[in-house]
């Protein structure tokens, strides 16, 4: 299900069988000059939009589309939170969630910047919990698409060289899968991005002058896309089922 | 253009011909028995993409579509940003387009709910620059979709009675008429909702059982909802070209 | 009563019979050539103290003198609060009232550009309850005292034209009649003010030059205030029972 | 001149003789039995405005009422901010008045109970200018009246004993000579109330049942109150000037 | 007990027969030309780890090391946090000791700058519980090492001229006591530091261009320092023991 | 250099020679049954004031002693701060390092639930100078002790079985090699800890009754502690040094 195009009473339903809820979450942020700019956040909800439409009982819940991106504002179209904006945000529809009944809330992730932020977020909403000696009532959980069983592999398989970090060719071939019309070409120079550190936008720009960190993103296509999306369901049922069946202590 | 299937290099372009970019804004909510709970950000989404499909050059950022539903959370499905999350994700959102170069931020909005909430954080912004003594750089709008021109006399002719103030038939028709497959049925006892004061969500859901206000919502159909879209689109184009038009005093 | 000038026992007492205080509440900010910097926290005040100098038991609490007047800082002597601290200090001003035991929390006010802030500082504490799955324990309610019933037409038999949106020659006759030795005049150009939109300081400043917005305060006089603040005190009144009688849902 | 009862046009002229403004500041909280909720700003203000009568060109603010009451929370009339609610609350409004060239803000006091969260204000202001490297462009200073030159010496000769610190006979006597029309009596039991700590709410009612601390309000009179706010009145020109004429280093 | 060289499972014995906890708490700030950036942090932790070797069961917990400091920062190797910053943190660390059982939690204090701050924090942790209409469950107090019985006089007697306010021969005492290693000398010009009002960091350092305020340092030696320890040991621990021993009211 | 055992002239010397300064970050929380509540925060010290000893010009902060331990609050003596409090004062102290001169800010970490929060924080800080256009002016890394170049391959020479993620027998070596009086015997039961995810206090502490995560403290000598230690030593000259000599694009 789809919790967007459901309705509270099938969400009720919903709740008697199960209590986790699939978050896809990311960033909208420059790729460089063939990327979207929604890569971050298109690739996990085409990915958990996928899972959902071949087991439709999965519930997935809209996108949350902007993070942690204030390196990249340099490049216009990127939106970020700041990370305190962020982790209020987080909080927010976690504790939405927690209310209606959910215990299992996993986010899948489509930008290794978010990645601190929400780990941050959520110890300071189980903080709230600790600080009033109670128990949360539910469990939060964050994943990186790319780090789903079997999916790094197939990625190293793909793209032997020109990973990458930023801007890589597995993320692009994603979304070439799933918006064929907006595949983008340019000439890469150098053909393989540089590395180094991230610090604040201006100085972000002017190490990425075209925005892109270690990868060529030349090499994606929309059938490699194809194969990883097929890669990532599996891996995602897998690990939302395991995180599912978690007990918790007495 | 849709700013998240472009590049930066796309923006970078565009904005050297405009200055402007339309935000679809809304919450994800209870809408009754048969409204899904997208419905407000789904509408504004609808009218806007549809908008970009006549007109490829208009620029739709991402949705933002988390908004202030605290008096829904007493019915599972709701996430809602309490007011002061909401404003400052407002304000990184508009400082983010902002820094790129955008100087009309126009939100498109489908939650009533919204809109206090949403002036309150232009006033947060704009007193950023006043107290620092300086320009902002940038204007902000806020429009409710139905109050586009147009709208709200085709919704009266539509649903003379028991339009109300929440699941309403026009919104319902609008998320009809753009996902069919979604269409949900029930009885509704009684047929038109009672209505009232909103406060807090146990308040809300003993004064409202089943989530409407006001409404009937069985008025709805998928040809309403294509009307209703058609004179949003054009409406749309008409306010965002007076509001690009406009000019700032020196 | 007028809370400040009662002891705690007296309050005690009252609690016993009703529930109900009014806050007037406004700003301190720029109204043109003549109008008084204190005129929109004056207007509710001078209102609410001659509805309880007519009916002893109403119980009228403190002024809150400074609001959301951020747009105003261009000219001396405002004084504004940014929203979220306005925020914040509404926050703490209802919930120790209701720790008292007050049940309606009625402001009445006397600043437009305070109702979006307000709004949403209300929503911000029912959120508060919300998120605990708890009921808040006492309803707020803003209310315009021009939008008191009688008021606007009133206004508006009294001034046909340039009645406009600030420094209106309506609150600038209320001041004048509580405040008769602080009558200025100047000599408007032009006679009625430009209208527009609001932004930050600078921009308003350079829109609207001596401070008015679409009016012509030239006509306000003394008599006119004092029936303006007739008809406001008897919508006042009528609006608190109505307020005090509604009940809440079980 | 009273900044409320002026046009921003008089004090942009005042601002070219003068750059320092008096902002009487209290708290509105339970004094005892007899004491009235507002006793703590309205005896600035009472002095403040007799000042301003005396010297017609002192500058005096509206009143800031509510402050740092917490722990008198457990007497209905109470209304307290929070120190990080009221710290915002003094950032802006200082911020306000520096920006409209005001160079000497002068906080006079009514309650003892604000004066470290007032200075914690005035060093988060401080700061905001120090982590930018510039300077502030105004200082701020708190004064109580009651430690203005003269007024304790009085005060000690009028109340030998149970003076106390709170629901001070000296305050209640002030507050009697301006408002004659509210002068409450009762017995006191025991005459002079206990001393001891200040905690949260439920532990203050404890130790202190009636609200007063260490004082027997039941000496005031209007007459001796007369005495304190014309010794007041001195000692705030005094201090004024002196804080005025202070120079700041190159 | 050192609380930090102890397990868990010491406090918890430890809990079953003392409630109270002694926290030194300072600031890392300059101390003109002689004196250790640590001295406001150095002095309490030295008087208490000393109070603590004399009766080992005095319970003293790590070292709050950095305080409200904002007026030195024009002095590198000062380090200050913002007052609602120091105030958060000092919300956290009480509510953590007050989670584990800890009744009594009093901060030995070494810097005269934080006072106000921690004072304002105090209040906003008790608020909490006030306005949750609860008790906090501990009581938190501050004192400053040179106002133990017995230290001032002290102190007057050692350096009858030249104690001054900032960088004291006292405090550099202490330090040259417990840590002979780091003694530094210098040519003071004036002998004896000028005084006056601390305000932003800029204006900090033109009033006091080498640091000092009031004070003449040289007049510090380790012995002296080593008589003051034992008079502020000595004074602690009557001190403490008033504390422990203090009843809440029922 | 211990920057707290010097002056400010001291500090302006050094920055003639060196931006680059080491602060040892850690947090004060249950080890088990034998570890020391300081473990984290004493182990980087320990590290770092050996390596001042080592190398005189090494500048050395203060240590940040409390950190993000939420989770190991059901267990006394853990003092913690929430994220947000966190973030706020790592931003102060870099801020206030940053004022002085400091362009390389290098945090030795020893507690692993410090690291997304400490990154955060570090985000936020960049995003202040981003969304103010501004390059930030120095540059922050976070690096646990433990993963130093050759410290981690020793400790799993050392600790081939049961060193664990919590309470781990290579940082109670580091304690005991440092201090020796403070070394604690228990028997563990069992022998090796439990493993499993990090959630709320109450949680955590149903989770692993005693504390350990994965580890046999039981192994832990001083002389594992004093190769630990020279090893980290090592390791951090390297890695400072790398820091130091990067280089920022123009
Ligand atoms: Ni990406
Ligand atoms: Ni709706
Ligand atoms: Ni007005
Ligand atoms: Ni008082
Ligand atoms: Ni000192
Ligand atoms: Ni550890």
């Known amino acids: 299900m789809l919790l967007h195009l459901s309705t509270w009473m099938e969400i009720e ?26 890569t971050d956040w298109l690739c996990p909800e085409i990915i958990a939009h996928e899972a959902q439409k071949q087991h439709p009982d999965l519930m997935v819940a809209p996108t949350f589309n902007i993070g942690m991106a204030q390196h990249h504002l340099g490049f216009p179209g990127t939106i970020a939170l700041r990370p305190s904006t962020f982790m209020a945000a987080i909080g927010d529809w976690c504790r939405s969630l927690g209310l209606a009944g959910f215990e299992r809330l996993y986010f899948l992730n489509g930008h290794g910047g ?14 709230e919990a600790t600080f009033l000696e109670k128990r949360r009532g539910f469990a939060m959980k964050l994943k990186n698409w790319w780090e789903l069983k079997g999916v790094l592999p197939l990625a190293n398989r793909q793209f032997p060289t020109g990973h990458g970090s930023h801007a890589t060719p ?5 979304t070439q899968w799933a918006y064929p019309d907006a595949i983008k070409t340019a000439n890469y120079a150098p053909q393989i991005a540089p590395t180094g550190p991230i610090r ?4 972000f720009r002017a190490r990425y002058p075209d925005g892109r960190m270690g990868s060529d993103p030349g090499q994606a296509t929309p059938e490699k896309g194809g194969e990883l999306v097929a890669a990532a369901v599996a891996g995602l049922m897998d690990d939302v089922a395991a995180f599912s069946s978690e007990t918790a202590p007495i």
Request: glycine residues 8%.
């Open 200 to 203: 604040e936008a201006i100085d």
């Open 114 to 127: 978010n990645v601190a932020t929400v780990e941050a977020a959520f110890s300071e909403i189980y903080a």
């Open 170 to 174: 597995s993320e692009i071939a994603v």
């Open 13 to 38: 339903d919903y709740l008697k069988r199960s209590k986790t809820v699939v978050i896809p979450i990311g960033s909208n942020e420059q790729h460089g000059p063939t990327g979207l700019l929604g």
